[in-house]
């Protein structure tokens, strides 16, 4: 019975509160997801000391790879020298991203704005001496590209965080609940700048799995985060009560339930730059990821990881501009559209726009016989053409007869020379809103 009513004090709060969030979310939550739910690509910067030696972020003193003290060696090696704002965003931009998520502090605590909290950060304590946040959002800013800060929940570096290593645990919240107060008006005083310097327009937390949304008092941070800016967007990271999911490095094999989802991928293996891991993807690689996530209706957030003077390594420049070559050329098919038609209609990846009456369909391969085949489509076709070049292409239908609804299957031919160097993206126009035939084809009625 004591451990029912212990329970019940634990959790009937959180109850209380999570019921209340709902409340406030709820009421306008789908508007405040446009912008995120049209911008498709967004880039995402892993940006720390831990780039000076090429070892994994924060994971790497934490695992016992390196000691806390050699790892924050690095602090001198971290220079910023030749961080150059606008080439960053320049190259955002051009990558065809709408949106962009910066990593301000990584589990290791570093900081990368001269924050009055603390003492770790990239002016008070690297050789950088700078503030590095600010001339980098201001040039985001210019763009309108939208803003998202990355902030880890843990902060491993912190005197009154609980957690040191994996073998390290400074004490229990339980225990000493004061200091763990400490740590929380901490975190609150440089979450509270952000917002009010960078009045950003996504939070994208991380590392909620070391305590619970009770712990860490998601409910009260979400609430100093809205104040004023009841539009903000959350990432689920908050012990789920955000507002959208993050699969993280592997492409969900079935569409996530989630309406609203972004897979967070990195450009190699790393999240920070490793001088050793050349196992780069493809700028094809890339696309293929991308469109497998707009044809799920979800976005993709791909990982650039600068080096420790600011440089972005070569390497990662050249994929962001190939992928940016093919987004502007295939806009139309790409932003402002949603999920595609399942496989059964279309042996690949599409997607819709949003009135559903264009259909896009995404061609990988060179098709054999020049043909790609679309089956089950009850909405006449009007027209169908190369998206970036305008070709207008013959189809072809099969097996329609005039005595049922049956569409028949449509043969539309791609010719040779209209073939992208990545994906080819065919428009189909539609005469109305797109209208799959679900029902079972029957024996011959007439003849
Ligand atoms: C993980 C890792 C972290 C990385 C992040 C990016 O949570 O802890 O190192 O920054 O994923 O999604």
Redesign the pocket.
């Not at 994994?56 to 994971?59: D, G, L, N, V």
């Given at each position: 019975m004591k451990i029912k009513i212990f329970l019940l004090l634990i959790v009937s709060p959180f109850l209380i509160q999570s019921q209340g969030i709902e409340e406030i979310s709820s009421s306008n939550s789908n508007d405040k997801m446009l912008w995120f739910e049209e911008a498709k690509l967004g880039i995402?910067i892993?940006w720390g000391i831990y780039s000076v030696n090429g070892i994994?972020?924060?994971?790497s003193f934490y695992n016992g790879y390196i000691s806390h003290h050699d790892y924050m060696k690095q602090l001198k090696g971290f220079t910023a020298n030749n961080f150059d704002p606008k080439k960053w965003s320049n190259l955002i931009e051009e990558s065809g991203a709408k949106y962009t998520v910066i990593?301000t502090k990584?589990?290791d605590g570093f900081a990368l704005w001269d924050s009055k909290y603390g003492n770790l950060n990239s002016y008070k304590s690297s050789t950088s001496k700078k503030d590095l946040l600010s001339p980098f959002i201001r040039e985001i800013r210019s763009k309108g590209i939208k803003l998202g800060l990355?902030y880890?929940l843990p902060d491993w570096s912190y005197k009154d965080y609980t957690h040191h290593t994996n073998k390290i645990k400074r004490y229990n919240i339980q225990e000493n609940p004061k200091r763990w107060n400490r740590f929380l008006k901490y975190r609150d005083g440089q979450l509270k700048e952000l917002k009010t310097r960078y009045n950003p327009d996504l939070w994208w937390f991380?590392?909620d799995w070391e305590h619970n949304a009770v712990e860490w008092k998601i409910i009260e941070l979400k609430n100093i985060l809205k104040k004023n800016s009841p539009n903000v967007i959350f990432n689920s990271?908050l012990n789920g009560l955000g507002d959208y999911e993050?699969p993280?490095i592997g492409i969900p094999v079935f569409r996530p339930n989630a309406k609203y989802w972004e897979l967070?991928v990195t450009i190699n293996d790393s999240?920070?730059y490793q001088q050793n891991d050349n196992n780069y993807k493809t700028p094809m690689q890339v696309i293929d990821l991308f469109v497998d996530s707009l044809s799920k209706g979800g976005n993709l957030l791909l990982?650039i990881s600068p080096k420790e003077d600011g440089s972005i390594p070569e390497k990662q420049v050249e994929v962001l501009k190939e992928l940016g070559k093919w987004t502007k050329k295939h806009s139309s098919a790409i932003y402002k559209t949603e999920r595609g038609i399942p496989y059964e209609h279309f042996y690949g990846p599409s997607t819709l726009s949003k009135d559903k009456k264009t259909l896009f369909l995404y061609v990988r391969d060179l098709p054999k016989d020049n043909n790609i085949i679309l089956k089950g489509v009850s909405t006449k076709i009007n027209r169908a053409y190369i998206v970036g070049n305008g070709t207008v292409l013959n189809q072809q239908v099969l097996c329609k007869v005039y005595w049922n609804k049956y569409p028949g299957i449509t043969y539309i031919e791609v010719p040779k020379q209209t073939i992208d160097k990545y994906y080819t993206v065919i428009a189909l126009v539609l005469d109305d809103t797109i209208n799959l035939y679900k029902e079972k084809v029957g024996a011959i009625e007439n003849n």
């Open positions: 995402f892993h994994s972020e924060s994971w990593t990584h589990h990355y880890s991380d590392g990271r993050t993280e967070c999240w920070g990982n």
